[in-house]
């Protein structure tokens, strides 16, 4: 009977709650997002600090082992250190590697903007397939009037340049600073993270039942360990198709080798849909100096593709998550719906993590059953 007074005294409760939340939701959404911008820092400095730790750990695995304390107790700091450091030259490699080709294929790119028409044109292939109205108007079109008309579109909605730069500013000078704090939370978690690990689970032995902290760590454990799994192999298959992708283009003489192979690798960290952005952005720049290289290229990205998703992910990342393929395509598919890019990112371990403690948790019932 006294079980039976405290579920209807929970559910009365609940049921308010709902209500509140619904009467007010305006007011809860504001809330929410005042919540989030606070903790905002924190978030990307966790977020920081579970990247930088995946090569920390394996730099202090390799640590090498001395008489010395004071070398020891600097282990920590110097693999902290190291993984920094190894995040910054790949960035500063990237940039000096992209930026200048970036640019260079641009300025080609407004360039050639009469030579891509005049391809379109009188190509017969092209032009057999383009309705006569739609031809006509590509014909008719003035490219210094065109460009003209893209750069005053571009200042008219740019708006009032001193309000302008006062915004940039002020949204710089924020993003620093939580950029600065969330570096600085980030450094404090990898020093601390066994300290903060114990404390945790302190906490949970004190105030929870064994069976909701058995789950609670059921759980952290099946996430990390997606997570962890997710990130490494994304990264190996993203260097692996990368570096095909370089290779086959220098063999069959595409331009830009070097940087759409770089881009196409990096593009390829965004689960099954990355490697053809890369490509999208690689068949304009090539457009920009080789039009007739467009097609091959594409087709070559496509065979490279297949390889990639049939051969090298399933081995390299979908053997490690445990996840049928089916599973990651939903996943990319709506994360990317919810949240973009980011989404794409998050959805693929998360999904994973679901489905193996899914497993875990069905394995179990069907024992019970028998």
Same mark, same amino acid.
């Given at each position: 009977?006294?079980?039976?007074?405290?579920?209807?005294?929970?559910?009365?409760?609940?049921?308010?709650?709902?209500?509140?939340?619904?009467?007010?939701?305006?007011?809860? =959404?504001?809330?929410?997002?005042?919540?989030?911008?606070? +903790?905002?820092?924190?978030?990307?400095?966790?977020?920081?600090?579970?990247?930088?730790?995946?090569?920390?750990?394996?730099?202090?695995?390799?640590?090498?082992?001395?008489?010395?304390?004071?070398?020891?107790?600097?282990?920590?700091?110097?693999?902290?250190?190291?993984?920094?450091?190894?995040?910054?030259?790949?960035?500063?490699?990237?940039? $000096?590697?992209?930026?200048?080709?970036?640019?260079?294929? @641009? *300025? +080609?790119?407004?360039?050639? $903007?009469?030579?891509?028409?005049?391809?379109?044109?009188?190509?017969?292939?092209?032009?057999?397939?383009?309705?006569?109205?739609?031809?006509?108007?590509?014909?008719?079109?003035?490219?210094?009037?065109?460009?003209?008309?893209?750069?005053?579109?571009?200042?008219?909605?740019?708006?009032?340049?001193?309000?302008?730069?006062?915004?940039?500013?002020? *949204?710089?000078?924020? =993003?620093?600073?939580?950029?600065? +704090?969330?570096?600085?939370?980030?450094?404090?978690?990898?020093?601390?993270?066994?300290?903060? @690990?114990?404390?945790?689970?302190?906490?949970?032995?004190?105030?929870?039942?064994?069976? +909701?902290?058995?789950?609670?760590?059921?759980?952290?454990?099946?996430?990390?360990?997606?997570?962890?799994?997710?990130?490494?192999?994304?990264?190996?298959?993203?260097?692996?198709?990368?570096?095909?992708?370089?290779?086959?283009?220098?063999?069959?003489?595409?331009?830009?080798? =070097?940087? $759409?192979?770089?881009?196409?690798?990096?593009?390829?960290?965004?689960?099954?849909?990355?490697?053809?952005?890369?490509?999208?952005?690689?068949? $304009?720049?090539?457009?920009?100096?080789?039009?007739?290289?467009?097609?091959?290229?594409?087709?070559?990205?496509?065979?490279?593709?297949?390889?990639?998703?049939?051969?090298?992910?399933?081995?390299?990342?979908? =053997?490690?998550?445990?996840?049928?393929?089916?599973?990651?395509?939903?996943?990319?598919?709506?994360?990317? *719906?919810?949240?973009?890019? @980011?989404?794409?990112?998050?959805?693929?371990?998360?999904? *994973?993590?679901?489905?193996?403690?899914?497993?875990?948790?069905?394995?179990?019932?069907?024992?019970?059953?028998?």
């Amino acid at each position: 009977m006294k079980k039976d007074y405290k579920k209807y005294i929970y559910l009365s409760l609940s049921l308010f709650i709902l209500w509140f939340v619904i009467h007010y939701w305006h007011g809860f =959404t504001v809330i929410i997002n005042l919540f989030l911008a606070a +903790i905002e820092p924190i978030i990307i400095g966790g977020i920081i600090a579970y990247i930088v730790n995946i090569p920390m750990t394996f730099y202090e695995r390799h640590f090498p082992k001395t008489n010395n304390n004071l070398f020891n107790k600097s282990k920590r700091f110097i693999c902290m250190l190291a993984a920094a450091i190894s995040f910054i030259v790949i960035v500063v490699l990237l940039c $000096i590697i992209v930026i200048p080709e970036l640019i260079s294929a @641009l *300025s +080609i790119l407004a360039k050639g $903007i009469p030579q891509v028409i005049d391809f379109i044109t009188h190509n017969e292939t092209i032009v057999g397939s383009i309705p006569k109205e739609t031809l006509a108007q590509i014909q008719a079109i003035d490219e210094q009037q065109l460009i003209d008309g893209l750069v005053s579109l571009f200042l008219s909605g740019a708006g009032d340049i001193t309000q302008s730069l006062i915004n940039f500013l002020s *949204s710089a000078v924020s =993003t620093i600073s939580t950029f600065l +704090i969330a570096i600085i939370f980030s450094i404090y978690l990898l020093t601390s993270k066994e300290t903060l @690990l114990r404390q945790i689970q302190r906490f949970m032995h004190v105030y929870l039942k064994p069976q +909701i902290k058995s789950k609670i760590n059921i759980i952290f454990t099946a996430l990390n360990d997606s997570f962890h799994k997710f990130i490494v192999g994304q990264v190996i298959e993203a260097v692996i198709i990368g570096v095909l992708c370089m290779v086959g283009m220098f063999i069959l003489n595409f331009p830009y080798a =070097t940087m $759409i192979g770089i881009l196409i690798g990096f593009t390829a960290l965004i689960p099954v849909a990355g490697a053809y952005i890369g490509a999208a952005v690689g068949a $304009i720049m090539i457009m920009t100096v080789s039009p007739s290289s467009v097609i091959p290229f594409l087709i070559y990205i496509v065979v490279l593709q297949q390889f990639e998703g049939n051969i090298i992910y399933p081995r390299v990342v979908g =053997t490690s998550l445990s996840l049928p393929g089916i599973w990651v395509l939903a996943a990319v598919t709506i994360g990317g *719906s919810v949240c973009g890019i @980011l989404g794409m990112f998050i959805a693929v371990p998360l999904t *994973s993590a679901i489905y193996n403690l899914i497993k875990i948790d069905m394995k179990a019932k069907e024992t019970n059953l028998r």
